[in-house]
């Protein structure tokens, strides 16, 4: 809930605190206030969008990209990337010395239904969770996706509604990352763990349904665009697997992705049509820590 992560979230338009607004008529949080009196509303379906004075520049996934997800992810077909992600995210906190009890902070940017930020929080008793994704249908799912989750929405190339110093960890799982944002509101010893696709993802379903492979060389362009903001922690480590997907699962995962505004639904089905009941299809990603360029001054 909102009431958890309060004590993380920015005015977007100053970076000042935010507060609940309206605890004296009863403390039903529905809105949040920022110390320079900005007032922001939060949805009666309990997320809250933090944009500045343009609004916001994308809509992110539509409904029906989010419900494909849902239904893929439900499948547990990319078990392994959430066990991988979990596990990132308790090293960085076992590495900076923060313990279950200190509830760390942890931001998921893009978080899309929650499903990897509800699984790590989960697996960290204490922690709290900000998920931040710029698509309403994501948000209302982020809402309710984990008593400790505080649903935001927010351009992740904008300022970040989040205060300076204040998260211990920030995951990004397949989504846009804003290096520069991301050092401003890491702990010192704070970090971030991508994880982004990698060649070969989806390896077998890339001709028979015409989707375009993952470029090589993308996590080395992402270490060298973080230049200057972040670092490498380690070397990034690549999770590969094979996944058994029916046709209605492959459907559900090129409805996720951005083949799903690239292709016509009717030409999707029929070449989905042409594949076998059931197929091995391979999963690749690669898990990369970035921490703080430590030739950053600390504000
Ligand atoms: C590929 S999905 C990944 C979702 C989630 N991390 C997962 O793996 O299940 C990318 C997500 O990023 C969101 N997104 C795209 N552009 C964004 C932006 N500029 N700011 C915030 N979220 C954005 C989309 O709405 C979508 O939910």
Known sequence: MLSDVIDLLADPVDGSPLHAGDVSEGGD?????????????????GYVTLAGG??????????EMISARETFLSGGHFAPFVEAVSANVADVLDD?????????????????????????LDSLPGSRGVGIDVSVPAAKRLAHCHPRVGAVVADAWSR????????????VIFAPRNAA???????????VVVLTADAGHLA???AP???????????????SQASGHLVPVGEPETVEFTMNLDQASIAAQIGMSPSARHIHPDVLAERIATLP???????????????????????
């Open 277 to 299: 009941a059931t197929m091995e299809v391979t999963a690749r990603a690669k898990i990369t820590r970035l921490g703080r360029d430590p030739r950053l001054a600390r504000s």
């Open 160 to 171: 970040l509604p989040l205060l300076d110093n204040s998260v211990d960890a920030v995951t």
């Open 96 to 120: 900076a010395d923060v313990a279950d009890d200190a509830h760390p902070a942890i931001v998921e940017i893009g978080a899309g239904t929650g499903y990897y930020l509800s699984h790590t």
């Open 204 to 206: 077998e379903l890339r």
């Open 209 to 223: 349904l015409g989707i375009i492979d993952v470029e090589e060389g993308k996590v080395e362009r992402m270490i």
């Open 54 to 63: 343009a609004g916001l520049r994308y809509s992110g996934d539509d409904a």
């Open 181 to 191: 944002e991301f050092a401003r509101i890491l702990t010192e010893r704070g970090q």
């Open 29 to 45: 949080w529905r809105t949040l206030v920022s110390d320079s009196g900005h007032s922001y509303d939060v949805a009666r379906q």
